[in-house]
């Protein structure tokens, strides 16, 4: 008795289980290999791994060291011979595929596929001439057969399909379907074989099985009760429930990203864990037994991954989110680790391409996280008197930011400074908000009343959710640049274990709460305090949109302004206009369609009454222009032409179009190249109370000769310098306008070299006050006694 009550403690006080650990390093270092270097290296990474298990196995046996170490070395040898064989072999298939080689000669060819994962929207990466907004998906497929000029290609990879959204979006996983595509070469390091890409609608469809028309029938239900929210609401339940972003407003997907909070509309083993757990603790009330209760669990686990589409994604995030709930019914430090690792080494061994995967990288590591780390700080701080709740607020988040903050920076080449208290914020009501979207998937279609009740119940919640979010992403330096790629997350890593290393000792801790409080009382008041912005009699506004334009100019009357471009993304004119407290915009004036002028055009939108759009004659690129007029129609707003000697009056402010003078000719169907698009930027004259502005938009060297050649007055007080203050401005041009004030809009550490030295020599050797969004923020030009003058907000502010 005595003896066995020892043996118990002892085991109560033993470390984490580590026994399926190199097992699931050795399969994952195999996939890994394999992908970036070859079929060769899996086979040697895993036969190394066989032998090494082998002679550890031996060596345990021999000292007649049974237990742990055996049962490690006996799993190393099993998973290295599986890897050896299993990854190597599907490794090899893919590298060797025929299709793989026919895209490296760009070759057309006719599929029959079937339906791997559900279409995804492709949102604009603002790069001219791309495809944008959602008018396209990407359809992972397996490739049943393919014809190549008549010829049969003996293929059975994965490729990936980028089509046309309306043809395309209501393809369910199982289904296939028969397309003649064009054929691109893959990113290297993944299994996909292929990149193809397709205009025409898919033939040959066949039936979805039941159980996927039921899931899309349960998802669109959703999004039909979501609709009794407002739009932003209404387009961000169905991505916390089920990871349909279809109808995510582009500037609250940005929001997230950059709160760190984007993990959220991603489905994962979090949201799997939640709805489980909400099962557990329903039938645990109601006295339900351990084993019914797991039953059932499990049943509510497999629905959802039927119910949001049972690609790798999901299923790697069911798999984690079992991890999870076995954690916690059977203890963490005793089941976590090994669940996890057998987790790793079954997904792996299943879809080597997840070894590669970013996502998978980062539900593993979160996942450990948050089982092994966060309960061990949350008993430290309860020690400490903090409460419980409190504790596992805090220390969740935390440990789930600090373990992925590697992977995230050398990912994404930035780290969200605002990520944990963001979290922490949006923590008490995700979990709420999951479960609520997920009954009303399974009510919207027998009980649409009740569904809905459960929308507007939740409805509060994520608007919080948006609130907090686009606080967070609002406040200075959320999101910190990073280095990229391998070294940024190797640094990254070191960054994060120096700080928790250095964070145990108290003088560190004392000298990080006197450094913060300095930070609160001397630094914020400064940034943010003063000076007050915007100041009462700003004419006009360079907002800090990043590498783009958007400028702003009120009309004399309270609350109204013109828009004069808006930037690469949505978000920062938005923020730009509340900050000018501006809620009618009676133009929004587009000087030309790149993606750096008109990608946060939506936004402008946001709480704000609009009159109208007005663009010059030019209309590529094709994506851009049908962005435009899709978005104008959508809010019922009028299109307007620009031509030379437009003008528009209010009661502070008139504008006068004066070019462009010429436009290039385009062929039927073709896209002008980037200089032809920026020479056929509306030039616009605007008389404001602080002197005439000259508004250029990307204007370059054969614009600015048509305009000095047309003898046009171009003199003004205060220059949007043209092209972000590129090298391609004509010293004439800028000496014909004799600017007081030169506004250039652009981006911090961009890799254009904007603005040009060149540029800015020729201006401020004509003694013109040169003022950069870049390194001033928001910058307000007001009237002043002798001229303009000049009011920064400051950067990062």
Not at 589 to 607: M, Q, R, Y
Request: aromatic residues 4%; glycine residues 12%; contains cysteine.
């Amino acid at each position: 008795m005595i003896d066995s009550g020892t043996r118990r403690a002892d085991t109560s006080r033993a470390g984490p289980d580590l026994r399926l650990l190199p097992a699931a390093c050795a399969v994952w270092l195999a996939a890994l290999l394999g992908l970036l270097w070859g079929w060769w290296a899996a086979l040697l990474c895993g036969s190394a791994a066989a032998l090494l298990g082998a002679l550890w196995l031996g060596r345990s046996v021999g000292e007649q060291r049974p237990g742990r170490s055996a049962t490690a070395a006996a799993a190393l040898a099993v998973c290295g011979v599986v890897a050896a064989l299993l990854v190597t072999v599907q490794v090899a298939r893919a590298q060797q595929d025929p299709l793989r080689v026919a895209a490296g000669q760009g070759a057309e060819v006719v599929l029959r596929a079937e339906v791997a994962e559900r279409p995804r929207p492709v949102r604009s990466t603002g790069y001219a001439g791309q495809q944008g907004g959602s008018r396209s998906v990407l359809v992972v497929v397996r490739v049943e057969s393919a014809m190549r000029a008549g010829a049969a290609l003996t293929s059975r990879g994965r490729v990936l399909l980028i089509a046309n959204a309306v043809h395309w979006s209501g393809l369910l996983p199982g289904q296939s379907f028969t397309v003649h595509c064009g054929l691109t070469q893959a990113r290297p390091a993944e299994l996909t074989v292929a990149v193809c890409f397709v205009r025409g609608p898919p033939g040959a469809v066949s039936g979805a099985s039941w159980w996927q028309r039921g899931a899309d029938r349960m998802r669109a239900s959703l999004r039909r009760a979501a609709s009794v929210l407002a739009d932003e609401p209404a387009g961000l339940l169905p991505g916390l429930v089920v990871g349909d972003t279809s109808q995510l407003s582009v500037r609250v997907e940005q929001e997230f990203l950059d709160a760190g909070m984007s993990h959220l509309t991603a489905v994962s083993g979090a949201n799997i864990t939640v709805v489980c757990g909400a099962i557990l603790l329903l039938l645990r009330a109601a006295r339900v037994g351990p084993r019914l209760r797991a039953g059932a669990a499990g049943v509510a686990l497999v629905g959802f991954v039927v119910l949001v589409g049972p690609e790798p994604t999901v299923l790697r995030a069911g798999v984690m989110g079992a991890v999870g709930l076995l954690a916690l019914a059977l203890g963490r430090d005793g089941s976590a680790l090994p669940a996890l690792a057998a987790a790793v080494v079954g997904l792996v061994l299943h879809d080597p391409g997840m070894a590669v995967n970013f996502g998978f990288a980062l539900s593993v590591v979160a996942t450990a996280g948050l089982v092994l780390v966060a309960p061990r700080w949350t008993e430290r701080m309860r020690r400490r008197g903090v409460p419980a709740v409190v504790a596992a607020a805090l220390a969740v988040p935390l440990a789930a930011f600090l373990v992925t903050a590697p992977i995230v920076a050398g990912m994404a080449g930035s780290l969200s400074a605002v990520a944990v208290a963001a979290n922490v914020l949006a923590a008490p009501v995700v979990a709420p908000v999951t479960v609520l979207g997920v009954a009303v998937s399974v009510l919207a279609g027998p009980w649409p009343f009740g569904a809905g009740l459960l929308v507007r119940i939740a409805g509060p919640g994520v608007d919080w959710l948006i609130l907090v979010a686009r606080q967070a992403a609002a406040v200075p330096g959320a999101v910190v640049p990073w280095p990229s790629g391998w070294w940024g997350g190797l640094l990254a890593a070191l960054t994060v274990a120096t700080a928790v290393v250095a964070l145990r000792y108290r003088p560190v801790r004392t000298g990080l709460a006197v450094a913060l409080v300095v930070l609160l009382l001397v630094v914020v008041p400064v940034r943010v305090v003063a000076p007050t912005w915007p100041p009462s009699d700003w004419s006009v506004v360079a907002c800090d949109v990043g590498q783009g334009d958007g400028v702003v100019l009120t009309t004399g009357e309270r609350g109204r302004a013109v828009v004069v471009d808006t930037g690469p993304r949505p978000g920062p004119v938005d923020r730009c206009l509340d900050r000018l407290d501006v809620d009618r915009v009676p133009l929004i004036v587009l000087s030309h369609l790149h993606a750096d002028h008109i990608g946060g055009l939506s936004s402008v939108f946001e709480g704000r009454a609009v009159g109208g759009i007005a663009l010059g004659p030019g209309r590529t690129p094709d994506w851009a222009w049908r962005e435009v007029a899709d978005l104008a129609a959508e809010h019922q707003v009028p299109l307007l032409e620009l031509a030379t000697g437009d003008r528009f009056g209010w009661p502070g402010l008139d504008i006068e179009v004066i070019g462009p003078r010429y436009v290039p000719p385009t062929e039927a169907g073709a896209d002008q190249d980037g200089t032809s698009i920026n020479n056929s930027s509306v030039v616009a004259v605007a008389t404001t109370e602080a002197g005439r502005v000259l508004l250029t938009g990307d204007i370059e060297l054969t614009a600015q000769a048509d305009l000095l050649a047309a003898e046009t007055d171009l003199r003004a007080e205060i220059l949007k310098i043209p092209h972000h203050g590129s090298r391609f401005s004509l010293p004439e041009f800028l000496g014909a306008v004799r600017a007081r004030v030169a506004l250039v809009s652009v981006g911090a550490d961009n890799t254009y070299g904007h603005p040009s030295p060149r540029t800015l020599r020729v201006l401020t050797g004509d003694g013109t006050l040169v003022a950069r969004t870049d390194t001033s923020g928001d910058t307000a030009v007001v009237p002043g006694e002798t001229g303009p003058s000049v009011v920064r907000r400051g950067p990062g502010r």
